[in-house]
């Protein structure tokens, strides 16, 4: 089973890793020592480069819980990698290194080791470290802070062999396939499949191969290094064994599933591979459990039977006593009696009546002076008697003990009963068969999603710009004829264009749309309780000021009639279906109510905006829509709001 990426892995995923250079940086995360820098691009969905040190490096698509406060090492990279672009992705030579090359106010690379223990090294643009994940000392290399980076040592990039070459690592190698993975440095998977490919026996001699084969070797180096990618995850029993960038001999006849990209098939196979290794972690540390508490069930079965015998033995002696409390009775009254002359004449004439057989004392077996008490038999069992009370209190003592030793015994048999379903539980968790849940995924978004927007209640696409770039987007990009143009009569408001889709667009998607436009201006903030919007038909839309005049940049020179509409500033947040997903929504409360199950009408108010989110969620929640808190906030009006009371 493949544990971490070999250097073909590395270089066909850095081809694909250069499709996002140009992105820049917008957070950096670690969780348990992988590292996920999140990457925007206009344009473009946002791109998450995963990195985990000595195993992979890739773009994911599966949606991670981050943990809330960033690790020392991921607060590091975000101080030096925050809004820098990535200009660069390469692999020197055949190493299973990846370098990322960072240009923000100042050039930084990032050194990616997947080798060993595996580790990541932040350099100046000189090469000088700035600062590694871990430092090392080798006998060829220091990697620490203030030191330059240096490579470990190389075996050659095999892109440049040539025959001679070839020959040459091979020489004293005990066979093919070593001299290949050892001694050419890639790997022995890889070495296997060139073998396959060439046709040679991987156990030959290298001195006895023949030119021929010799060549044969050769061209399959050369070819497995320019072929087209055809992404795969090998299965074998049903579980992931491997993950190939396109199909390999050695694994002819085993099941694959196929991805348009391997960075997609190296995530699939990698966080199958964690869910599996968590769930046996899980399984180890249930079975842990599971030892203790069957130690615990002993104890239980242990005690509960020693509490029972005890109860049992109460019992049986309170019940000799109630049977023969006449002859009890009276060797208390003629004890009492003799010890009136001291301990030792009462003992003495004990002895005495014992020798004429008197039926009161031949049952008393043996005297505690000290106690004040004496031990009787009664049908071959031996009792202790208080001689200072009588055989009826003796009797009660005796069966309120019982009954407490009884009650003990109880609450025991029912920890005992709750132990032994708490070992069914776990030991059916235990035999349960693994299975690895679907993954999280990213899912992608859709054009409009980059935009403010919701869908009216006459299923009309509406969408807002969130800043100056997307407001001039959503205009000059997206505004087409036939659709609706609208803008707050204040300033600090959204472009809003309505799509007409073809279609006439009623009044009341016209009110919704302004009603949009409201809430997402500066009236929300402010706290306003309503706002003039005006609406007007496309081509009166121009960025042409008149002669002499000035229009500021992000404006619009508005030709022709305005027509006023005066709306509420208040919103309602909702989950629609769009294209078969749910969406998270805020917009006008008409338009949620229709398009959406669910909806919780938000107005302006004190609580801060994450806030204001969190308690979305519950609501949502409760609903049955568990929903992000991310989209949520990307989904609200800008500033303070609260949930309106019914």
Known sequence: MKLSMSS??????????????????????ELNGAFVIQLRAPER??????????????????????????????????????NAQLVGVKQPGFERIVELEFHGREKRVLIAELFGAGNLVLCDETRTIVQPYRSEVWRHRVIKAGMKY???????????LNLSGLREALADAPDVVRGLAVNLGVGGQLAEEICARAKVNKTSAPAALPEVELKAVLEAVSGMLIQGP?????????????VL???????????VKRFSTFGEALDEYFSTLAV?????KQRERIEGKLEGIRKRLVEQEERLSKLEAEAADAKSRADLITTHHALVDEALRRLTELRRGGWQA??????????????????????DAKAGAVEVELESQLIPIDLRVSSFENASRLYKRYKQLSEKAAGAKAALEQTKAEIESLSAEVGAEVEAPAMRKRRRLKWFERFRWFVSSDGLLVVAGRDAATNREVVEKHMEPGDRYLHADIVGAPHVVVKAAGKEIPEATLKEAAEFAAMHSRAWREGLGGLDIYWVQPEQVSRQAPSGEYLPRGSYMIRGKRNFLKVPVRAAVGVVAVEGEWLVVCGPPSAVNAQSKVSVPVIPGGLKKSDLARELCVKLKAAGFEVSLDELMRALPPGKGEIKKA
């Not at 946002?46 to 981050?66: A, C, N, S, W």
Request: proline content about 7%; overall charge positive.
């Open 8 to 29: 073909l892995d590395i270089m066909v995923c850095v081809r694909e890793l250069k499709k996002v250079v140009g992105a820049r940086v917008d957070k950096v995360y």
């Open 45 to 82: 969905d946002r791109q998450d480069l995963l990195i985990e040190p000595g195993h992979r490096v890739h773009l994911t698509g599966v949606e991670y819980k981050f943990p809330k406060q960033p690790s020392m090492y991921a607060m590091l990279l975000r101080k030096h990698l925050t």
């Open 150 to 160: 240096q490579y470990p040592p190389s075996k050659g990039d095999i892109h440049d």
């Open 230 to 242: 055809s992404p795969q995850v090998v299965y074998d029993d049903g579980k992931p064994v491997d």
């Open 245 to 255: 960038p396109f199909d390999f001999a050695m694994h002819l006849g085993k099941r």
């Open 276 to 280: 599996r290794s968590a769930a046996a």
């Open 346 to 367: 009462a003992i003495k004439k004990l002895g005495e009546a014992q020798a004429r057989r008197e039926p009161w004392a031949k049952f008393v077996k043996k005297v």
